[in-house]
């Protein structure tokens, strides 16, 4: 099976490396100029005079990066399978979409109003209340084009720097921890699940992902699994989405934002589960059986950003496993993460703390349950 990947980073490396054993063949196709997957094919179309040629050697095409432009994927989407579909991209990178689809579907959300001028960004603010997050409607990432308001007399400043015709502004959510849930759709319709994780974000990047909670309520898993559900049916979806939420005290959650794609909060289960999101993607989008989600034990991903440690010495430490993206070191790049395994999550604990000890840009790691 020759497989087309649009979007040439790390997550498409990942894919090419759980696709390897399957015998799948992959072509990328990077229309930014910066390609960092390092491996397969890769073509890069910063001009658009290659998509013939990438399409006549793939047999289907799926993502790992869905700021694309709509048009393109239908376009492709007319000639050769595309795996999830233009609709889960066109829903997906517009936060305006994204939280009607979770109003139409009953998954609740921080309160919000959608803003095309820094007037009604004050007024929003005022009526929702400060502090607010106001964020571009399109192209954020990372906590990108986003900012916080602690006042309603920020907006105009606030407008200015996030320079963007339309945003959602939403109240900000004293939550108690942050959550993802993963789940996979074949192209019968069967539905996995992962175990929900727990992000560590700062400046909004992830940091540390930890999977399973040691402190989850069933009844919460099974709500988090039930609105993933309705997303998947609702866009027929074939692969791997992520939804990220906000869990507040009283255990309830708020959905954040999904990607249509495997995610960062889900590299734990390449060590830490059965089966991997990047091999269960790949099955799901052939039209073969998903593999078991269940995680073999407690795992926690590092993410090493901007500067890497030394690589001798992580591999020291116990049940640790380095995945390096072969990319160099700048500020804010993420270049590599460390899986960790331990039999209980306070051996794991002290195994994350010894590695961010090695890494030199490391934030503290906090999770809720210590
Ligand atoms: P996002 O790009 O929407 O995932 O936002 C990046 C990060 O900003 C999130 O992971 C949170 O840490 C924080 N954040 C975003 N929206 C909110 C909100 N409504 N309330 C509190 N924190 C937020």
Redesign the pocket.
Known sequence: MNIGVLGAGQLGRMLALAGYPLANHFTFLDTTGHPSAGIGDVMIDTDRKHLEAFLEKVDLVTYEFEHLPVSLVQAIEEVRPVYPSSEAIRVCQN?AEEKALFDRLGIPT?AYRLVEHADELEAAARELGCP??A?SVTE?????G?A?LRDPAEAHEAWRAINHPRLVV??????VR?VSIIAVRGRDGEVAFYPMAE?Q?VD?I?RYSIAPLPDLDEGVERVADGYIRSLLDELDYVGVLTL?L?QCADGSLLA??MAPRVHNSGHWSIDGAVTSQFENHLRAIQGLPLGDTTARMPTCMVNVIGREGEAAEILALPDAHLHRYDKSERPGRKLAHVNLLAPTHGALLERVRACAALLPDAPAPRFSFE
């Open positions: 936060r921080p607010v997050v964020k954020g990432y990372d906590g990108k986003q916080v939403e109240a900000f959510v004293d939550f942050e992000n974000h909004g992830l990220e906000f954040n934002e």
